[in-house]
């Protein structure tokens, strides 16, 4: 199927995508933004910051030189002096990390907040989906992308790095007032040649996800066709094709209840159909509903003899993940055997019976 995605996705593909919240987002682009921002920060905050630093440790000496004077003050006066002065000095670094994470993420997708991306999916929970995502072919790219990023920003530390090994051996003996200012001045060169690289690699990265979200975005020619299709229709033809779909849909669901094996319930609010036969590895749900509709498949399964067994938990967990014709997911497997195994044996007591 894949193949045949050869079409560029449509405007209302594209805003469908979106409401959704997928976005073509490098997340590497954000995290190079927000050390390159830290990096500037410190440039320009570091002496103030050490300054903050100084005054901290010198209050602190100051204040438990006497202990007399610590037990009348209280060790809460401490730690608000020493957290007064920590806060002062890291807070304009903070301010700025937090302003570049918020403008790296709206210059690459813009500012339209998606409530549908914060709705739960059960979807995601089921334990084989995450297994085969571990080993999909987008896993195994970002895991080459990730040691390729960590070797590129280590040769380039280590060439910036080499040919300052004298120069800091040199340091050994030196008064610590004049050796923390050289190192912090090394490290913080260190750390700029290192976000540089890190902006190429996110660079990178940001074409790449912007060709593999293009791709997965992709239609095939009928799918085009469709919607341009919808797109010449009135809204009241295709408000009556939906309503007549959503029609058909649901007659086909209530013929499928005679075939079930059970049909687990809330009691009152929910109700979902199981069948377990051969040509399926795991039971599937034929039919589901809520409400009104939960009480016509009830109905529908006392007319035709198919079992009706009250479990909450079970009913709700079975309409939240899984679909019409869908299989239960592995993690049900239990619940559902059980269930199963007390139908056919009642089942099979009353054949007896009989």
Avoid at 62 to 83: C, Q
Avoid at 87 to 111: D, S
Avoid at 319 to 333: C, H, K, L, T
């Amino acid at each position: 199927m894949a193949e045949n995605r050869t079409e560029k996705a449509t405007p209302k593909k594209r805003q469908e995508a979106r409401e959704k919240g997928q976005v073509a987002r490098s997340v590497d682009a954000n995290g190079a933004i927000v050390m390159m921002a830290s990096v500037l920060a410190l440039s320009a905050f570091g002496p103030m910051m050490y300054e903050r630093m100084a005054e901290a440790t010198v209050t602190i000496l100051d204040l438990v030189k006497d202990p007399s004077v610590v037990d009348r003050r209280g060790i809460g006066e401490l730690f608000t002096t020493v957290g007064g002065h920590a806060f002062a000095g890291a807070a304009p670094v903070v301010i700025v990390c937090a302003i570049a994470g918020v403008l790296a993420n709206v210059l690459q997708v813009g500012f339209k907040p998606s409530t549908k991306a914060l709705k739960p999916d059960f979807k995601k929970l089921n334990p084989m989906s995450g297994f085969k995502q571990m080993f999909s072919p987008n896993t195994i790219v970002e895991g080459v992308k990730s040691v390729l990023k960590i070797c590129a920003v280590g040769a380039i530390v280590f060439i910036a790095l080499y040919p300052k090994l004298d120069e800091m051996a040199a340091l050994v003996g030196m008064p610590a007032q004049a050796l923390f200012p050289t190192l912090a001045e090394m490290i913080l060169h260190l750390a700029q040649r290192a976000a540089l690289a890190y902006l190429a690699i996110a660079a990178a990265d940001v074409f790449w996800q912007r060709y593999r979200f293009e791709k997965q975005l992709r239609m095939d020619k009928e799918e085009v066709k469709q919607e341009y299709k919808q797109q010449e229709l009135p809204s009241e033809v295709k408000g009556a094709q939906k309503r007549r779909a959503m029609e058909l849909a649901r007659a086909r669901m209530m013929d499928a209840v005679p075939t079930a094996d059970v049909v687990v319930t809330n009691p009152t609010h929910y109700s979902v159909a199981l069948r377990y036969d051969s040509d399926n590895p795991a039971p599937v749900v034929v039919a589901k509903g809520t409400d009104h509709l939960a009480l016509r498949i009830r109905r529908e399964a006392a007319d035709h003899g198919v079992m009706v067994v009250p479990d909450p938990p079970l009913a709700r967990a079975l309409y939240a993940s899984v679909d019409v014709g869908r299989q239960i997911p592995e993690e049900m497997f239990a619940a559902v055997a059980q269930l199963l195994a007390y139908v056919y044996k009642v089942a099979g007591t009353a054949r007896a019976a009989a």
